[in-house]
């Protein structure tokens, strides 16, 4: 048995975004760790969703275990550092915040629990941060460095499939990118000016995960679907129960989360070839 390693930069990002491969990883007998660098602190509570006095840090520590616990991680650790919001906001230049964190100094702390627990497999973001957010880029950053130090032997880059997404949102007419959108801003874009939703939808096509030839890894996911939104509902303060996560029809939930994507660090598929279907033992 192995031991997988899920990095992410906030609670919920690992429920969205490897939930399902952790939940299999875990069914499997492999010991899985999730590693968060932030608390989420910058996050937007649902409306009446925190206790009086209740910071939203602690209530996103809290949802965290409980998700773990429905996805089958047998631990879980953050590193400590502050959420930077998103990319070019005031926040980010907390010296606190973790896009401001020295390279060396986080990498040294990953990679000491990565040796600790005997990392096997580790996964990261791909180098954008998926959709460019500071926390999701570290991620990619620091994660890539402490594998190095520690000698994790697998690493892979969970992103989203760019060209999966067109299609989906071409065979939906439109319905799907409104999806997207509010899932990688956390607004409602259906309220925005029309120049500012086909700029978002521009900006979905043109950045938003990676191209089809850079994945090299596509894990089906769908017989844990169930599980792996549960764990996205466990993050109440950030998924209300009108979030398109909670209501999406069976199929279409499936259509977008029921394969969670990859790429191999250093590594191309060739044209033409499959995607390798898990992140252990090249299977």
């Known amino acids: 048995m192995a031991t997988l390693v899920c990095f992410h930069a906030h609670p919920d990002d690992e429920s969205i975004a490897t939930g399902g491969t952790m939940a299999l990883a875990a069914d499997a007998g492999h010991e899985v760790v999730l590693v968060l660098g932030t608390r989420g602190e910058q996050g937007e509570p649902q409306p009446g969703v925190l206790a009086e006095g209740e910071a939203l840090w602690e209530r996103r520590v809290a949802e965290t275990h409980e998700a773990a ?60 941060g998926g959709y460019g957010h500071p926390d999701h880029i570290q991620v990619h950053r620091v994660g890539l460095l402490a594998a190095e130090k520690a000698g994790v032997p697998a ?49 979905v096509e043109e950045t938003f995960g990676s191209p089809e030839d850079l994945i090299t890894h596509g894990v089906d996911v769908s017989a844990v679907l169930d599980r792996k939104r549960a ?32 790429i191999a660090h250093g590594v191309r598929r060739l044209p033409g070839d499959p995607f390798v279907a898990s992140l252990f033992d090249g299977s």
């Open 231 to 262: 764990a996205m509902q466990a993050h109440a303060s950030q998924i209300g129960p009108d979030s398109f996560f909670l209501t999406m029809d069976d199929d279409a939930f499936a259509g977008a989360f029921g394969t969670e994507w990859f």
């Open 69 to 128: 616990r429905l996805l089958g991680v047998s631990r879980v650790e953050f590193l400590g550092y502050e959420d930077s919001g998103m990319m070019g906001e005031a926040t980010n230049e907390n010296p606190a915040c973790f896009w401001r964190a020295d390279l060396d100094q986080a990498s040294d702390r990953l990679a000491l629990l990565l040796r600790e627990v005997g990392a096997d497999v580790l996964t990261v973001y791909d180098d954008h």
């Open 155 to 203: 690493v892979f880059e969970s992103t989203m499939n760019r060209d999966h997404i067109r299609r989906a949102m071409a065979a939906r007419a439109g319905e799907f990118e409104v999806e997207l959108e509010e899932a990688a801003e956390g607004v409602d874009t259906t309220e925005l000016p029309e120049a500012e939703q086909e700029r978002m939808r521009r900006a």
